[in-house]
């Protein structure tokens, strides 16, 4: 029998990173409409693609979370 492996702790720091980089293009998008009064594509692929992350690292997490207490790691 092999059991399955869960890491939280990366799935977490996955979270937190695609969070990160979420903020900066929003950032970077706000920055360049109203302060240099141009748009730009690419905060919002930065931002949509990151997000489609952000939910899945999430789902990851809470999963492997449960993986991890069932197998009394």
């Known amino acids: 029998m092999t059991k399955e492996k869960a890491y939280p702790r990366f799935w977490r720091f996955l979270t937190y990173f695609t969070g990160f980089w979420i903020l900066y293009g929003c950032y970077v998008l706000i920055k360049d409409v109203f302060i240099e009064d ?36």
């Open 38 to 73: 141009h748009f730009d594509r690419q905060p919002l692929y930065l931002i949509v693609m990151m997000t489609l992350m952000l939910l899945r690292s999430m789902q990851e997490y809470n999963k492997a979370k449960k993986l991890s207490s069932t197998n009394g790691s």
